[in-house]
């Protein structure tokens, strides 16, 4: 286990834990927030041990997005470097290499629900709240909420509640398709563990480059997706999880799959 000041990370079972630790202003998101949780991220991307992630918040939420005190006093310069710091961040998530699950103990506002929307899967305690109220203080979803909010539930949807800043309680996030499932907040982590569990049964190797062409597919035309998904499928052809798994579909047992 290793504890810097703002984020928590224990490794167990090949699992990293990440907890944002802020508890006192909400898990609010500055730079130093924002800096070690990129450089845990970094450690999980390169720890052979780990293979998946999940991301909580400690405390009573997951977190109430940037930190309004320090914005209301920063630069217009400084603002845009915390964006283009979180972004970096988003960046890395979804570049991991790794599955990457979003346990929502807690409201996730702002800049905090933009952590969650880079993650490849999201959970919600019952009782959490989930929204952009950016506009409300004259300001915009600048961590990658306008890009990525409107893939995730559609333009019209994520018009919405980008321009009036409206939260959302954890059933609404479920029925839009901005969370995955959603359950009682005693047993949200233990839900995330099993689903990335469920992940990490299959093959390394395959669920990594289905992600990658699921996402970088998403900037592409409908024929190129499809081409993407093809030589996609002509990689993961290449490796021993491939043989492996085929070959114990054909003589009925459970593959043993080695990320290869």
């Given amino acids: 286990m290793f504890e810097t000041d703002v984020v928590r990370c224990r490794i167990e079972g090949g699992v990293a834990w990440l907890e944002l630790n802020r508890p006192d202003c909400l898990n609010a998101m500055n730079r130093p927030l924002l800096r070690q949780l990129l450089a845990a991220l970094e450690r999980a991307a390169v720890d052979e041990a780990v293979r998946g992630v999940i991301v909580s918040g400690g405390g009573r939420v997951f977190s109430a997005g940037a930190d309004i005190r320090w914005l209301n006093q920063a630069s217009p310069d400084e603002v845009r470097e915390l964006a283009r710091l979180a972004v970096a961040v988003t960046r890395r998530i979804e570049t991991l290499g790794k599955p990457v699950l979003a346990a929502l103990n807690g409201d996730a506002l702002g800049g905090g629900l933009e952590i969650a929307e880079a993650c490849t899967l999201r959970l919600a305690a019952s009782h959490a709240r989930f929204g952009h109220p950016e506009v409300r203080i004259g300001a915009v979803a600048g961590f990658g909420g306008t890009t990525r909010l409107p893939r995730l539930i559609g333009k019209g949807r994520a018009a919405e509640l980008l321009l009036t800043g409206r939260l959302i309680d954890a059933e609404e996030a479920c029925r839009l398709g901005l969370v995955n499932r959603v359950t009682a907040a005693d047993r949200l982590l233990a839900e995330a563990q099993a689903l990335l569990d469920e992940i990490l049964a299959q093959s390394p190797v ?55």
């Avoid at 998904?229 to 492996?244: E, I």
């Fill in 206 to 260: 395959a669920v990594r480059l289905s992600w990658e062409a699921m996402h970088r597919g998403l900037a592409l035309s409908e024929d190129e997706s499809a081409a993407l998904g093809a030589d996609y499928f002509g990689l993961a052809a290449q490796s021993d999880d491939f043989r492996v798994g085929t070959r114990a579909f054909l003589d009925k047992q459970a593959p043993k799959f080695k990320g290869r």
